[in-house]
């Protein structure tokens, strides 16, 4: 085959490999790829995106990290059941499913674990490089999807199995994507790491569910000077999730990002808290109610309520295959450090960039210029790739006044 027929494939390491999103990922793209449905939910399938340079869909090569022994497979299966993948998909794409699950290795620290931190993170980094090896890849994008953890102890703590893995993607010169609330690169060892690898990242806490809603109402409260007195929520979440965040310490980790929300776009921070239950009976799926209580003109009170049910892994999976491709393909064209441009996906994200979700959507379409404008070479000079391209349309409304609108289980976005 010439050289000219040949597309270079790029890597996918999910950490929490086996969990309800690793698995509605995998089986996905792949059924994306082959035709069974659209891209129903993937921003990079959409028109602003075209000629940007993304990987392909069918170039994606999954692989990773889990400590369940769960096959794929069998992962699958219990999502049909569960209502998340439809019927036949996922026996449509075993052979598929059956690939990532070889590309899978143990995770870790887990009970009775001997080995030291430097030992985990040089282990974790070999699989990485012995994946991107073996399957003869360009590069690789290491995107955490585990269950949420509790936050570290403080310095002198252990350091916990998020920035285990994190740092192990940078040795392996991997960019990284913390779709979590847990520390990943935030903890400041990593931070420091991250500085200086000269390799793009991004996070943290994906935005699928109740604060996607914030992001979008909380601008529209200040653009109309309305005053927003309270803002209380309740999630209602099964599987892994409410399992993970029945633990205070994962949910304050979870609701830091919520908070972050409300405080950018509102410029102040309302009464009212969010409160997360477990009801395991809902399995994959979440309710997140919101009461607003809020002033009107002459004091006029009035309140907003929104429900929102969804299913968070098919809410998750897409953006996740948003994020891999461009990670990777700012990784090939040489852009380094945070991307604070990929805060349209993120509650709590890393970089400079605004909390309003139309803004975001315009800086992920800068970028998306960028990305284009580099052209199809592997190591264009980053100072080049500034401000090119015309605005897109959204961007242009902005001056008018109007506005914008457990490992393997999941990691949590409610």
Same mark, same amino acid.
């Given at each position: 085959m010439s050289a000219s027929l040949t597309r270079p494939r790029v890597g996918v390491w999910l950490i929490g490999a086996r969990g309800s999103v690793a698995t509605t990922v995998v089986t996905g793209c792949a059924a994306v790829t082959a035709g069974l449905h659209p891209p129903t939910g993937m921003v990079t399938e959409t028109s602003p995106f075209t000629d940007s340079g993304l990987p392909a869909l069918s170039d994606l090569v999954f692989g990773g990290h889990d400590t369940v022994d769960c096959p794929? /497979?069998?992962?699958?299966?219990?999502?049909?059941?569960?209502?998340?993948? /439809?019927?036949?998909?996922?026996?449509?794409? !075993?052979?598929?499913l059956a690939a990532?699950?070889?590309?899978?290795? &143990?995770?870790?620290?887990?009970? +009775?674990?001997?080995? !030291? *931190?430097?030992? #985990?993170?040089?282990? @974790?980094?070999d699989d990485i490089r012995d994946f991107v090896r073996r399957n003869a890849l360009e590069r690789a994008v290491v995107v955490n999807v585990a269950s949420t953890e509790p936050a570290s102890q403080g310095p002198d703590a252990p350091l916990p199995a998020s920035t285990l893995y994190a740092l192990a993607a940078l040795r392996a010169g991997c960019p990284y994507v913390n779709f979590t609330p847990s520390e990943g690169l935030h903890h400041p060892v990593a931070a420091r790491e991250a500085e200086h690898s000269g390799l793009p990242y991004a996070g943290r806490d994906g935005k699928t569910g109740q604060t996607l809603l914030r992001a979008v109402l909380g601008p529209? @409260?200040? *653009?109309?000077?309305?005053?927003?007195?309270?803002? !209380?929520?309740?999630? $209602? $979440?099964?599987?892994?999730? +409410?399992?993970?965040?029945?633990? /205070?310490?994962?949910?304050?980790?979870?609701?830091?990002?919520k908070e972050r929300v409300l405080a950018d776009t509102l410029g102040t921070v309302p009464e009212g808290e969010v409160h997360i239950d477990d009801v395991p009976a809902l399995g994959d799926w979440k309710t997140a109610w919101d009461h607003i209580a809020f002033?009107? @003109? #002459?004091?006029?009170r009035m309140v907003l309520q929104t429900i929102w049910q969804g299913c968070d892994s098919a809410l998750a999976a897409? $953006?996740? #295959?948003? #994020?891999?491709?461009?990670?990777?393909r700012a990784h090939q064209v040489g852009v380094s450090g945070p991307l604070g441009e990929l805060g349209f996906y993120f509650k709590d994200p890393v970089g400079d960039g605004p909390a309003s979700l139309g803004e975001q959507y315009v800086a992920l379409g800068r970028l998306? *210029?960028?990305?284009?404008?580099?052209?199809?070479?592997?190591?264009?000079?980053?100072?080049? $790739?500034? +401000?090119?391209? &015309?605005?897109?349309p959204e961007e242009r409304t902005q001056d008018d006044g109007t506005g914008t609108e457990d490992e393997g289980s999941q990691g949590t976005r409610a």
């Open positions: 794929l /497979p069998k992962r699958a299966e219990t999502l049909t059941a569960g209502g998340v993948i /439809p019927p036949g998909v996922a026996a449509a794409v !075993s052979a598929e990532a699950d070889r590309e899978i290795r &143990p995770g870790g620290p887990t009970p +009775g674990d001997t080995r !030291s *931190q430097t030992e #985990l993170i040089t282990a @974790f980094a529209m @409260f200040a *653009q109309r000077a309305l005053t927003v007195r309270a803002w !209380s929520g309740t999630n $209602l $979440l099964g599987g892994g999730d +409410g399992a993970a965040l029945a633990d /205070p310490a994962a949910a304050a980790a979870k609701n830091a990002g002033d009107g @003109f #002459l004091g006029t897409p $953006l996740v #295959l948003d #994020l891999a491709r461009l990670t990777a998306a *210029q960028r990305l284009r404008a580099a052209g199809p070479g592997t190591a264009a000079d980053a100072d080049a $790739l500034a +401000g090119a391209g &015309p605005a897109w």
